[in-house]
């Protein structure tokens, strides 16, 4: 249904990794051994995953915050981490990504399909793992890399699994109000309603849908009567439908005479209405006596499923309840194949930037720089010497070169700062 659409938004905070252990042997006869500190494990991802079972953002806006688990440092006897678990958070399925900026991420348009909202951090390695012919007994280890944090805007179009049909007056608004949060106008006079209203229903399992309060419906409107067609456009969407009969007649119409209209005219709109799943279901039954209720076919000449009461809750439960078994088949016979395609998007990129903050202070950004220096110890002369070399490597000296850095300068890197000298 065109038009209605539920945003919310999500934080996503992916696990930490483990930091790497500095350690080295014990061994009866050697005074020192070898390094052996093993390396910490990598944090879980947040993994979104879209799935029919939900049908809205309500979770999201009840709770936007999704974390994963973090990694286990590394330990002695080279022992690593447990790497901590990732996160599955489920979205329904055509839930859009973007970045608070508004830019698109992922359109989760499939069951099934997965997006990588925030990525866990690497463990750290242990000082095993700096073991060089010049560096016997390396005496730093690596920390763990942060977990990714990101911020998304999410945004759903609602579709209505469930569209209330009746006539004017007959209940429906009333009814979507007690199931869903929704809070439509509710009057005695026909017509109260003159646009569709979704209200999103929950169960206590989690398992959601959408349900479409429609503009009341009477004789001729397959032909433009009364509100007319616009409306029996919303109808067509919906995967079930249920008929809601006014047991008090309110508009002059019996019951019996309301369900034939109510066929008739969605027959004669659109004949593939009539084979839609259905339900039909008395409405306002506390104004029926229990007899009629319990055997409502005999005296109100009409088959129905089920008889309700949005004011004493009579059935109100049962029928909520039943609505999910229909929707679920429905939807479970609908499904195409399902898709796992993961979409990547690497919202870190590797690399470096250098920015300049002062006319002598520069500023080093981006992962694999930060991690260089990451270091459990850096006051080390071998700790010194690995930053060094690492950032040599990847070019950082260069580039601080090219910014204008001149001999004296601060320059800072994560936590880590020292003075820039031309070699
Ligand atoms: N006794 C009784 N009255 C009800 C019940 N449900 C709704 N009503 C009343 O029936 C009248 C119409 O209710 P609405 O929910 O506005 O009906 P509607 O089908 O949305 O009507 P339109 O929007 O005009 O098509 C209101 O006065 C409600 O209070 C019920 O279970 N029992
Ligand atoms: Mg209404």
């Not at 590394?74 to 973007?98: C, F, I, N, W, Y």
Request: aromatic share 6%.
């Amino acid at each position: 249904m065109a038009g209605f659409v539920d945003q919310a938004q999500l934080h996503a905070k992916a696990g930490d990794g483990g930091a790497g252990a500095v350690s080295f042997r014990r061994e009866a006869h050697v005074d020192k051994g070898g390094p052996d500190g093993g390396d910490g494990g990598s944090g879980g991802d947040v993994i979104l995953v879209a799935t029919d079972e939900m049908a809205s953002l309500l979770s999201f806006a009840d709770q936007p915050f999704r974390r994963a688990e973090s990694g286990a440092h590394g330990m002695g006897k080279q022992r690593h981490g447990r790497s901590g678990g990732d996160l599955e958070a489920l979205v329904p399925t055509g839930t859009v990504l973007r970045s608070l900026d508004g830019e698109v991420l992922a359109d989760l348009a499939e069951p099934g399909m997965r997006f990588v909202a925030a990525k866990g951090g690497e463990g750290g390695r242990g000082n095993t793992r700096f073991l060089a012919n010049k560096r016997r007994a390396p005496s730093f280890a690596e920390q763990g890399e942060p977990g990714e944090e990101n911020w998304f805007n999410l945004e759903l179009k609602l579709k209505a699994d469930v569209a209330l049909v009746g006539y004017p007056n007959a209940g429906k608004s009333t009814f979507i109000s007690v199931i869903s949060r929704a809070q439509p106008k509710i009057a005695d006079y026909p017509f109260t309603t003159l646009k569709p209203n979704l209200g999103v229903v929950r169960l206590a399992d989690d398992f959601e849908y959408v349900v479409a309060d429609i503009p009341g419906l009477i004789e001729g409107a397959s032909e433009g009567k009364g509100l007319g067609l616009e409306f029996l456009r919303h109808i067509e969407r919906a995967r079930v439908l249920v008929f809601l009969l006014d047991a008090t007649e309110s508009q002059g119409t019996s019951v019996a005479e309301q369900h034939r209209v109510l066929l008739r005219e969605l027959g004669n709109y659109l004949p593939e209405l009539l084979d839609r799943p259905r339900l039909v279901v008395v409405s306002k039954a506390d104004v029926l006596d229990e007899e009629i209720v319990r055997h409502g076919e005999e005296y109100l000449g009409v088959a129905a499923d089920m008889a309700i009461s949005s004011i004493s809750s009579l059935n109100v439960e049962a029928l909520k309840r039943k609505l999910a078994e229909m929707v679920s088949k429905s939807r479970i016979e609908s499904a195409g194949p399902r898709s796992s395609d993961a979409i990547f998007i690497n919202l870190t990129p590797d690399g470096f930037k250098v920015v300049r903050l002062g006319e002598h202070r520069f500023r080093v950004l981006g992962r694999a720089a930060e991690r260089s220096v990451a270091l459990s110890d850096v006051t080390t002369a071998d700790a010194l010497e690995y930053i060094q070399t690492r950032l040599r490597h990847l070019g950082v000296d260069r580039a601080l070169a090219r910014a204008g850095a001149t001999d004296g300068d601060e320059v800072a890197i994560g936590e880590f700062e020292f003075d820039y000298t031309r070699d």
